[in-house]
């Protein structure tokens, strides 16, 4: 295949690919690095349409080598839904929602699982471990099952039932933690050695991102190779931000695109938002949220190891970091479900009101060209309608 070496996000050094490795010894994320120009003989723009409707169409720029190893559920090729009533709304001509909740276990953590869990088998790992929020977790179950290798997950006590569900009935051994998804992440960190665990934490392992970074490929196909003007995103460890602009300058390099970017922004919940702190603040990481709190399960994450790397994508896009209220995500669910027919995530109904905001405040035009990311199924959050259910005021 055409992957040449991992490469540090941070301080750039450069370590043999092939060999089981999670973060850099400076402790920052490792990334892949392809030939492209290899990758470009087979892989064009034209080619795509002969190939199959999921992430795998792009094989040739994702790092697995031998086709055996490759576990499929069908992940990726979401639809790029055209969201006319929701657009006509905010008096918007262009607004699209790419709905990834139509991946196997309901969210975009799919991708990534796919790709990490099929190098994981491929490099002889034996055990796989993570700390999850919620999707993480389901997805890891899945493909940790199409393998055959045990998971062992370590999630917070109020992830959402479906999360816990899903993972034991596919097969995963779970145990709940007292605290937050950093403290799960602590414990994967702390025995991982003893259990011969490889830990599969976002950004913690190369291979997550590339399995991601498979949304900013499908966005320029799906837009006819020109980018959206504004990309809206919310954001906990931020590896799908991370990994579309990887897509992006990875396409660029192959001569598929030009230069422009869309505008990345970052969207969180405001009882959990580093990034939109450290952005306001011209901070080059986030700080510890010490009592982060959002229904919004999968934005609850306190501290995240890529936010360097997310704040400079920020800044070199253009773009912004945004937090919104529960309330205003919650009832974004319902604004986008009756306009559009998408029961979304909490997660990703957060795009909403973060838009309505940069509509306000003059920072998206109404004619731009823009893609709300919807990460998750609706369907997966019931505790988070509870109210709605207890007042009986569906
Ligand atoms: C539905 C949903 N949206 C968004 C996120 C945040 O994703 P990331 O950690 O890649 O920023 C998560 C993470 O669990 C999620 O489950
Ligand atoms: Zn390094």
Not at 199 to 204: A, H, I, N, R, Y
Not at 220 to 244: R, S
Not at 264 to 290: H, L, R, Y
Request: glycine share 12%; proline share 5%.
């Amino acid at each position: 295949m055409n992957v040449t070496h991992l490469y540090c996000s941070s301080c750039g050094k450069e370590y043999e690919a092939r060999k089981l490795v999670n973060l850099c010894d400076c402790g920052k994320p490792l990334m892949v690095a392809y030939d492209l120009e290899g990758a470009a003989k087979t892989l064009t723009r034209d080619s795509l349409a002969g190939r199959l409707p999921t992430l795998w169409r792009y094989r040739e720029v994702l790092p697995v080598e031998n086709d055996e190893n490759v576990l499929s559920l069908g992940e990726g090729m979401t639809p790029l839904i055209k969201a006319g009533r929701l657009g006509g709304q905010l008096g918007m001509t262009n607004l699209f929602i790419k709905d990834e909740s139509l991946n196997p276990t309901g969210s975009f953590k799919a991708r990534g699982m796919a790709v990490a869990v099929s190098m994981a088998k491929e490099l002889g790992v034996k055990k796989l471990a993570v700390p999850s929020a919620g999707n993480a977790g389901g997805a890891l179950a899945a493909y940790a099952a199409k393998a055959g290798l045990p998971a062992f997950i370590f999630m917070p006590n109020d992830t959402p039932a479906a999360n816990i569900i899903e993972c034991r009935q596919t097969g995963a051994h779970v145990t709940m933690i007292d605290g937050l998804i950093t403290d799960c992440g602590k414990i994967v960190g702390e025995r991982k050695q003893a259990e011969g665990w490889f830990d599969v934490s976002t950004l913690k392992e190369p291979y997550r991102v590339e399995g991601k970074k498979t949304m900013g490929y499908e966005v320029a196909e799906q837009m006819n190779w020109e980018l959206p003007d504004v990309i809206l995103y919310p954001t906990g460890g931020g590896t799908g931000l991370i990994g579309m602009w990887k897509a992006f300058d990875e396409m660029e390099r192959m001569g598929w695109i030009g230069s422009r970017r869309p505008r990345m922004v970052t969207v969180q919940a405001e009882g959990c938002a580093p990034i939109v702190k450290a952005f306001a603040a011209g901070a080059s990481s986030g700080a510890d949220v010490p009592d982060a709190h959002t229904v919004a399960s999968g934005l609850r994450v306190p501290k995240a190891v890529g936010d360097f790397i997310m704040l400079d994508i920020l800044r070199k896009s253009g773009g912004t970091a945004v937090s919104v209220t529960d309330e205003e995500l919650i009832a974004a669910v319902k604004e986008i479900g009756s306009a559009e027919g998408i029961f979304a995530a909490p997660e990703g109904a957060a795009c909403l009101p973060a838009l309505s905001q940069l509509l306000e405040r003059g920072e998206v035009d109404r004619p731009e060209r823009v893609v709300l990311f919807n990460t998750g199924a609706g369907v997966k959050y019931l505790e988070a309608f509870r109210p709605a259910l207890e007042r009986k005021s569906w």
